[in-house]
T-cell receptor, first 116, second 114 residues
Framework: AQKITQTQPGMFVQEKEAVTLDCTYD???????LFWYKQPSSGEMIFLIY??????QNATEGRYSLNFQKARKSANLVISASQLGDSAMYFCAMRETNTGFQKLVFGTGTRLLVSP | ETGVTQTPRHLVMGMTNKKSLKCEQHLGHNAMYWYKQSAKKPLELMFV???????ENNSVPSRFSPECPNSSHLFLHLHTLQPEDSALYLC?????????????FGPGTRLTVL
């Protein structure tokens, strides 16, 4: 089974609207970390937000928030007030205790296109 | 200087060439990583170094040879590559190997093997 599943290959949103990018994960480890990265066409992976498995509250970073539903094993990224510069690939990733935290496992990504 | 830098940004090489990719991090981190990103495939971890010691080799072919002379520098030496090795190679670093340690990536080297 895939560790990280991103079911939306592509998403479209209008500028200033909010958008949710889906991510589900699979682990039997009680301790893990979930990450979201943005990859513009230039190639660099830009860290956006982190959620720990024991965190009681959903993580937020500026316009980014993570909708963490532990029982459902989902960690969806919400981008509020989309901007043209948000157009990029978005990757969900996870680190687990049982791999010694060395492996950051990525999903296949979602391409977001923000239109004017 | 930005956090993680990589050179060159683009590289075209023949199958018989030998080349090296360089990564440097200015974040004072202890762990460094090489990843491969091929078209339409998830990012694949290749190597992990922690305090200059290799802690993970994710079944990478020997035509890829990493080198970590210190905690700030990481190299990937390439020789006799195949066309299927064409990909974006990303370097990353993190403070340590803990679950909360965020990995910060460089801009990548886009490699084309002819």
């Amino acid at each position: 089974a895939q560790k990280i599943t991103q079911t939306q290959p592509g998403m479209f949103v209008q500028e200033k609207e909010a958008v949710t990018l889906d991510c589900t994960y699979d682990t039997s480890d009680p301790s893990y970390g979930l990450f979201w990265y943005k990859q513009p066409s230039s190639g660099e992976m830009i860290f956006l937000i982190y959620q720990g498995s024991y965190d009681q509250q959903n993580a937020t970073e500026g316009r980014y928030s993570l909708n963490f539903q532990k029982a459902r094993k989902s960690a969806n990224l919400v981008i509020s007030a989309s901007q043209l510069g948000d157009s990029a690939m978005y990757f969900c990733a996870m680190r687990e205790t049982n791999t010694g935290f060395q492996k950051l496992v990525f999903g296949t990504g979602t391409r977001l296109l923000v239109s004017p | 200087e930005t956090g993680v830098t990589q050179t060159p940004r683009h590289l075209v090489m023949g199958m018989t060439n030998k080349k090296s990719l360089k990564c440097e991090q200015h974040l004072g981190h202890n762990a460094m990583y090489w990843y491969k990103q091929s078209a339409k495939k998830p990012l694949e971890l290749m190597f992990v170094y922690n305090f200059k010691e290799q802690t993970e080799n994710n079944s990478v072919p020997s035509r890829f040879s990493p080198e970590c002379p210190n905690s700030s520098h990481l190299f990937l030496h390439l020789h006799t590559l195949q066309p299927e090795d064409s990909a974006l190679y990303l370097c990353a670093s993190s403070q340590d190997l803990g679950s909360t340690d965020t990995q910060y990536f460089g801009p990548g080297t886009r490699l084309t093997v002819l």
